[in-house]
C-alpha cells in the first residue's frame, strides 16, 4: 500500500548547516499495517511524514501508495489518498466554520467539484452517525464554531475529518502529545478503534514508547536518517520499554544517561 525506496533528504546543502535529514530509507507496509515510529529528536520522523504527504520532495528516491508512483504529485494532488493528524489541535479544521462545514470539506476531499448543494438532509444524518461514534456529544452541536472546541474535541474531529474517505494512508503525526493524560488516552481509544474498524494503512510518530508498544502491528526505530530497528508483530508483542532502550543503546554504539527522556 505504502512503498518508500532510498528516499533520501538533505538541507542546507553545501553550507555549514548541512543536514541529511533522511539517508536512503526504505520502508514498505502492506495493506492494514500500522506501524508506530519511535525515534530522538532530528531523527527524521516528521520529514519522512512530509516526503510521504508531498509537503516535501526527496532529493532522490521514489514514493508509491497503492502502486501508484507519487513522486511527482504536490500536497493537494495527494489529499485524496491520504489522511493526516498533527501534533497542534489548532491544525487540520478550519475554526471560523461550523463543525458541520468542516465535515462537508472532508467529505468532498476525494471527489469532484461541481455546483451542488453542500450539506443535504441525509448528509447531515450521516454526518450525525459519525459524530456520535466519538461519544462525545458533537452530533448535537453540528452548528457549533470548531474553534470554540476543546482541544481534545478538535483532535477527535480532525481524526474523524481524516479517516472520513477512508484513505489509502493515514499519518499520524504525535497527535495526542498536545493533549493531557486523560484526552490523550482517549484520542488513543478513538484511534485504535478506527483503524481497526476501518483497516486503514497507517503509520504513527510518537515520543510515547507505551503507546508505540501498545498500538499497531510493527514498531519502527529511526535515529540520524536511518531506520535502525523494525520489530514485526510476533516480536513487538513481547517487546517491553526497558528492552526497547537497551535496543536503542546497543544500535546507537553510545551510553546516553538520558535515553528514557530521549525516546520517551
Given at each position: 500500500?505504502?512503498?518508500?525506496?532510498?528516499?533520501?533528504?538533505?538541507?542546507?546543502?553545501?553550507?555549514?548547516?548541512?543536514?541529511?535529514?533522511?539517508?536512503?530509507?526504505?520502508?514498505?507496509?502492506?495493506?492494514?499495517?500500522?506501524?508506530?515510529?519511535?525515534?530522538?529528536?532530528?531523527?527524521?520522523?516528521?520529514?519522512?511524514?512530509?516526503?510521504?504527504?508531498?509537503?516535501?520532495?526527496?532529493?532522490?528516491?521514489?514514493?508509491?501508495?497503492?502502486?501508484?508512483?507519487?513522486?511527482?504529485?504536490?500536497?493537494?494532488?495527494?489529499?485524496?489518498?491520504?489522511?493526516?493528524?498533527?501534533?497542534?489541535?489548532?491544525?487540520?479544521?478550519?475554526?471560523?466554520?461550523?463543525?458541520?462545514?468542516?465535515?462537508?470539506?472532508a467529505y468532498s476531499r476525494d471527489k469532484k467539484r461541481g455546483l451542488r448543494r453542500g450539506v443535504t438532509a441525509k448528509r447531515r444524518d450521516e454526518f450525525r452517525t459519525?459524530?456520535?461514534?466519538?461519544?462525545?456529544?458533537?452530533?448535537?452541536?453540528?452548528?457549533?464554531?470548531?474553534?470554540?472546541?476543546?482541544?481534545?474535541?478538535?483532535?477527535?474531529?480532525?481524526?474523524?475529518?481524516?479517516?472520513?474517505?477512508?484513505?489509502?494512508?493515514l499519518l499520524l503525526d504525535e497527535h495526542t502529545a498536545a493533549l493531557d493524560p486523560a484526552r490523550a488516552q482517549r484520542i488513543t481509544e478513538l484511534t485504535e478503534e478506527?483503524?481497526?474498524?476501518?483497516?486503514?494503512?497507517?503509520?504513527?510518530?510518537?515520543?510515547?514508547?507505551?503507546?508505540?508498544?501498545?498500538?499497531?502491528?510493527?514498531?519502527?526505530?529511526?535515529?540520524?536518517?536511518?531506520?535502525?530497528?523494525?520489530?514485526?508483530?510476533?516480536?513487538?508483542?513481547?517487546?517491553?520499554?526497558?528492552?526497547?532502550?537497551?535496543?536503542?543503546?546497543?544500535?546507537?554504539?553510545?551510553?546516553?544517561?538520558?535515553?528514557?527522556?530521549?525516546?520517551?
Amino acid at each position: 500500500m505504502l512503498k518508500l525506496t532510498n528516499i533520501y533528504k538533505v538541507f542546507n546543502e553545501g553550507t555549514v548547516d548541512e543536514k541529511v535529514s533522511l539517508d536512503r530509507v526504505n520502508l514498505e507496509l502492506k495493506p492494514g499495517d500500522f506501524v508506530t515510529i519511535i525515534g530522538s529528536n532530528g531523527a527524521g520522523k516528521s520529514t519522512l511524514m512530509n516526503i510521504i504527504s508531498g509537503v516535501l520532495l526527496p532529493d532522490y528516491g521514489t514514493v508509491e501508495i497503492d502502486g501508484n508512483m507519487v513522486n511527482h504529485l504536490p500536497e493537494y494532488r495527494r489529499a485524496p489518498m491520504i489522511g493526516r493528524v498533527f501534533q497542534d489541535p489548532m491544525a487540520g479544521t478550519a475554526p471560523a466554520m461550523t463543525i458541520e462545514e468542516n465535515l462537508a470539506l472532508a467529505y468532498s476531499r476525494d471527489k469532484k467539484r461541481g455546483l451542488r448543494r453542500g450539506v443535504t438532509a441525509k448528509r447531515r444524518d450521516e454526518f450525525r452517525t459519525y459524530l456520535q461514534s466519538l461519544h462525545l456529544g458533537l452530533e448535537d452541536r453540528l452548528n457549533a464554531k470548531v474553534g470554540l472546541l476543546s482541544g481534545g474535541e478538535r483532535q477527535a474531529l480532525s481524526l474523524l475529518m481524516a479517516t472520513f474517505t477512508e484513505p489509502k494512508v493515514l499519518l499520524l503525526d504525535e497527535h495526542t502529545a498536545a493533549l493531557d493524560p486523560a484526552r490523550a488516552q482517549r484520542i488513543t481509544e478513538l484511534t485504535e478503534e478506527i483503524v481497526s474498524r476501518q483497516k486503514l494503512t497507517t503509520l504513527m510518530v510518537t515520543h510515547n514508547m507505551q503507546q508505540a508498544l501498545d498500538l499497531g502491528n510493527r514498531l519502527i526505530m529511526m535515529d540520524k536518517g536511518n531506520i535502525i530497528l523494525d520489530v514485526p508483530e510476533s516480536e513487538k508483542q513481547h517487546l517491553t520499554i526497558e528492552r526497547l532502550l537497551d535496543e536503542f543503546q546497543r544500535l546507537r554504539g553510545e551510553k546516553f544517561a538520558s535515553d528514557r527522556a530521549v525516546l520517551a
